[in-house]
């Protein structure tokens, strides 16, 4: 894992680099300290999804060129066999599979994203656009701009995605909804 966060790391930097734009413009855009920017680029931090998604608007490349140092080549369909899709990150609290890395200019990033049952508070998270999530296993309670909601199995929700938002699994259960980031 740490191999890939480095490889991940060293082309951020590298389109970075190639578009003139110094850490400190990066860190600026994506609203996080210079630090964390620079721990993304040097492989030491891995880099949420929502980042990743700023970062390839920012440098107008797909994110799966970020990921696997691939463009993207599928134009009119792509298929993703189940369980199959790439893992995007690896955060303590979520775990996401990319369900189109392989379609090139994406106007939107399909996920399904499971959540696993934690007994601390989940993390706020923001990021450029907006999101709309799907619960397809479980209850959910998602909180966004002081606003609390509970869904279960089949329920949906579409919102700003630049509002902090976080999610829990209820119910010492893990979830596992259909994220589509646009």
Do not use: C, W
């Amino acid at each position: 894992m740490k191999e890939r966060l480095e490889e991940v790391g060293s082309r951020l930097r590298e389109l970075r680099e190639l578009s003139r734009i110094t850490a400190d413009e990066m860190a600026g855009y994506l609203n996080v300290p210079v630090a964390t920017y620079e721990g993304y680029e040097s492989g030491k931090l891995d880099i949420p999804a929502s980042m990743l998604i700023g970062i390839a608007r920012k440098f107008d490349v797909d994110m799966g060129l970020i990921l696997t140092g691939r463009e993207p080549k599928m134009s009119v369909f792509t298929i993703t066999r189940k369980g199959l899709g790439v893992e995007v990150e690896r955060r303590k609290q979520y775990r996401y599979q990319s369900l189109a890395g392989k379609f090139s200019r994406k106007k939107a990033e399909p996920f399904i994203v499971t959540i696993e049952p934690r007994k601390e508070k989940p993390s706020e998270y923001s990021h450029p656009g907006q999101e709309f999530d799907y619960v397809l296993e479980g209850a959910l309670r998602i909180r966004i701009h002081d606003n609390e909601v509970v869904l279960g199995e089949g329920d949906s929700i579409f919102f700003d995605s630049s509002y902090g938002h976080a999610m829990e699994a209820l119910n010492d259960r893990p979830v596992r909804i259909l994220a589509v980031i646009m």
